[in-house]
């Protein structure tokens, strides 16, 4: 399958309150399925995790979407790398995108960046195709979105989001 040309958009400022809801629900237009990211502790056991309550909360709401839970050492925009020679891995949750599970991120936090400690790390919203619409990397306060350039201008209408083509190398 061929996939459509799309090309990253840095999101220059980070969406809050009704410009992130605007965001999700702009995502929620073009996606299935979202990610986020658990990393525990090198030497981690079975059920070890760095989730505090809130991201457990979150987790436990959405069971009913979960598609996949996996370990492995890179998501959208992200690769772990070796500590002292220990290979990291993180639990990557996949879920199914729809209307309950929307409503369940946009009550989970009101700002795009706060995708890390306490609550779940880097989301991500995922096209049918598998490619990353949205890539979060919270911990660095980076964001950007693959897009068409039809995409860009109804995108940015609507959400009145600043956005910025990233530069090819």
Not at 63 to 78: E, F, M, V
Request: glycine letters at 6%; one cysteine or more; hydrophobic letters at 35%.
């Amino acid at each position: 399958m061929i996939r459509p040309s799309r090309e990253p958009y840095r999101i220059v400022n980070e969406p809050r309150g009704p410009q992130y809801r605007g965001l999700l629900r702009e995502g929620a237009r073009v996606s299935d399925r979202f990610l986020f990211v658990d990393i525990p502790e090198p030497f981690y056991r079975e059920h070890d995790t760095s989730f505090g309550p809130a991201a457990k909360r979150l987790v436990e709401e959405l069971a009913p979407h979960l598609i996949s839970l996996t370990s492995d050492r890179s998501w959208p925009g992200t690769r772990l790398g070796e500590v002292h020679g220990v290979k990291s891995y993180a639990r990557i949750y996949r879920y199914r995108l729809d209307a309950e599970s929307l409503e369940l991120l946009e009550r989970a936090t009101d700002h795009l960046f706060s995708w890390q400690p306490p609550l779940p790390l880097d989301l991500c919203l995922l096209r049918p195709d598998g490619e990353a619409w949205l890539t979060t990397i919270a911990s660095e306060d980076t964001a950007y979105l693959r897009l068409a350039p039809e995409e860009v201008a109804p995108l940015m209408d609507r959400t009145g989001m600043d956005l910025q083509r990233y530069l090819r190398h």
